[in-house]
């Protein structure tokens, strides 16, 4: 049998200064397990939560987002928002959807933030953080920041929908349950999003163009 | 597949390759324990507009946020020496010209001190909760019955009760240091730095860049034991950062440079110095900083040279594994990826790893891609290539049933 894997301690928490338990768990509990631990309050047990499912999340933010310096705050935002309303999870098994949706919800309420204080600008898209790949590819570390400065233009909701169904992939029925929509609904919205999306682009962004009418010539 | 979904997979397939910032994890994760330790935690909702732009906006900014977020905000605090506004929650705070105090409503201060960029997380109405970005902030917690006050400082986390202590956080080396006045804490970090108990007349400081030799140093005789660095190499180092990767005060070194994504200045950078000199006295951080750095510019003989070096100065190390890693990922070799999995079974990594894997041998070496394929979806049932492995495994259960042999491991 494996022996219980050693997990990162943390601070005593009744803060009296002595050295913290450091806590085990056993490397196979499951997503269900883990919840039911976290809301007893065990610290592993959230410490556990947060590193299974950190890439995902952060995937879900980054694809919502583009490369963007906050991530890190972004990521502890959700386990934080996570962790306050556990007890609202009612399919403890469901832990990585449920946590992708919260995903969602506070990348929506980051957009919503920029999109009001826009007028203090707060990262000239000219900061934004570049991505790069083991290809060292500029013309698709070009072609990323293109896309989400069109993306920049749109409503949260519909940047949200054609991020989701674009950029993640997700088939139309897991975007509508991500934005709490029906199927109809998300498909209005999608379409509204690529008109969007397009016009942004044909206005400012001409090698995005140029690339989607290269696509539609081999498709 | 429509134009604007292959789009779509071209921006997910270029963020999927980008790294990940060195300690945006440990970070978030350092910040979410802390803020899920206290009752009540809420998430931070937070801005990036600088004290610069005003009290008045800063007034209306405050307001604004806590309509957006209401939150049991119990402590509250003031920020100013000589012009003083209320404080708000979330917001970055930079003593960009002088020293920045912040008072609390429960006596406790913060000064921040010149250069240095922090903000108030959350509070409760035990304390509240810190982030240093960067820079030296002077914390003097007021000690009450329940006093619960946490300081971030990049992956380190200091939970309080009442004390008073110096703490430094310096992005560019990595350097934590805390300097202990009065009082205890507690200090926790990434692996090696686990819990640590301080008290008054101690000094702890710790490099990530230079986990090996960085004991915590001590002002007094009764220092607490060092934390145990994971074993990286047997190469003693100082508590000062490599000479090629400290900035010039003129220029940024190359070590800033990549960590700011700038790989092709970084590069360069390293060539001013000198190649091999940089190789030769970077720690195994830098090193893999460096292989970062140029793989992203396509100098794949450099990168492979410092994870190369990575492994034979760092032998049996996390950094030498995930240098292996490295490796398989620039030439597709899967020896490399085998060695990563050897040396950190369950390394970070090992996902990655083993997915790789299993892509290279479905065509060149599939009986070993089905042994790949169940212990990938042993491990990472729900993983990013557990569709490919259950193809794998679907195809080989429904083919043939497994002749004799196949049942020797």
């Known amino acids: 049998m494996t022996p219980p894997r050693r997990l990162a301690s943390v601070p005593s928490a009744t803060g009296s200064g002595r050295p913290a338990t450091v806590r085990t768990l056993a490397p196979s509990l499951d997503d269900a397990g883990l919840v039911h631990a976290a809301r007893r309050g065990d610290a592993a047990a959230k410490a556990a939560i947060f590193d299974r499912h950190a890439s995902r999340v952060r995937r879900v933010l980054m694809r919502l987002l583009g490369p963007d310096r906050d991530l890190s705050d972004l990521l502890q935002d959700v386990f934080v928002m996570a962790l306050r309303d556990i007890e609202k999870l009612s399919d403890p098994a469901a832990l990585g959807g449920w946590l992708a949706g919260i995903a969602v919800h506070v990348a929506r309420h980051e957009i919503r933030r920029r999109t009001r204080w826009r007028w203090i600008r707060f990262l000239p898209q000219e900061d934004m953080p570049d991505v790069a790949g083991p290809s060292a590819d500029a013309e698709g570390r070009a072609q990323v920041r293109a896309v989400y400065r069109a993306l920049d233009a749109l409503p949260a909701d519909e940047r949200i929908a054609f991020a989701l169904r674009f950029i993640d992939g997700m088939e139309l029925t897991e975007v509508a349950r991500h934005c709490d929509v029906s199927l109809a609904t998300i498909k209005r919205r999608l379409q509204r999003a690529e008109a969007m999306f397009r016009e942004k682009a044909g206005r400012s962004e001409p090698e995005l163009i140029a690339r989607l009418d290269e696509l539609e010539e081999t498709t | ?409």
């Open chain 2, 1 to 409: 597949m429509k134009p604007l979904e292959q789009l779509g997979r071209e921006v997910a397939d270029e963020l999927d390759r980008a790294p990940e910032p060195i300690d945006e994890r440990a970070r978030a994760r350092a910040g979410f324990l802390a803020a899920t330790g206290t009752p009540k935690a809420a998430p931070r909702w937070r801005g990036r507009m600088t004290i610069v732009a005003g009290a008045v906006a800063a007034a209306a900014a405050g307001a604004f946020w806590f309509r957006e977020a209401p939150r049991a905000r119990i402590t509250t605090f003031d920020v100013g020496a000589s012009t003083v506004q209320a404080g708000v929650v979330g917001r970055w705070m930079e003593a960009s010209d002088a020293e920045l105090p912040l008072r609390f409503s429960d006596g406790s201060t913060v000064l921040l001190t010149q250069g240095a960029r922090g903000r108030v997380d959350g509070t409760t109405e035990n304390g509240a909760t810190l982030s240093l970005d960067r820079g030296r902030a002077v914390v003097s917690v007021r000690h009450q019955p329940a006093t619960k006050w946490s300081v971030v400082a990049g992956p380190f986390q200091i939970a309080v009760t009442g004390t008073r202590f110096n703490v430094e956080w310096d992005p560019r080396v990595e350097m934590f240091t805390l300097v202990m006045e009065d009082g205890s804490v507690m200090v926790s970090g990434p692996p090696p730095y686990e819990a640590v108990p301080l008290v008054a007349g101690q000094t702890f400081r710790a490099s990530l860049a230079k986990p090996s030799a960085s004991p915590p140093a001590s002002d007094s005789a009764t220092a607490p034991p060092p934390p145990q660095p994971p074993e990286i190499g047997g190469r003693a180092t100082s508590d000062a950062p490599a000479t090629s990767a400290r900035p010039s005060a003129e220029e940024p070194g190359w070590r800033e440079l990549a960590q700011r994504g700038e790989y092709a200045r970084a590069i360069q950078a390293v060539e001013r110095d000198g190649t091999p000199a940089v190789l030769a006295s970077a720690s195994a951080s830098d090193l893999l900083l460096l292989g970062d750095a140029a793989r992203f510019v396509g100098k794949t003989t450099l990168a492979r040279e410092a994870y190369a070096i990575v492994r034979s100065r760092f032998p049996g190390s996390a950094a030498a594994a995930q240098a292996a890693f490295m490796l398989g990922r620039l030439g597709g070799d899967l020896v490399w990826y085998q060695r990563y999995l050897a040396e950190a079974p369950d390394g970070p990594l090992a996902r990655e790893a083993l997915g790789r894997m299993l892509e290279l041998q479905q065509t060149t070496a599939p009986s070993d891609a089905l042994r790949t394929a169940k212990r990938y979806l042993s491990s990472f049932p729900s993983g990013p290539h557990a569709a490919l492995a259950k193809s794998i495994v679907a195809r080989e259960q429904g083919e043939s049933a497994p002749p004799p042999s196949s049942s020797k491991q």
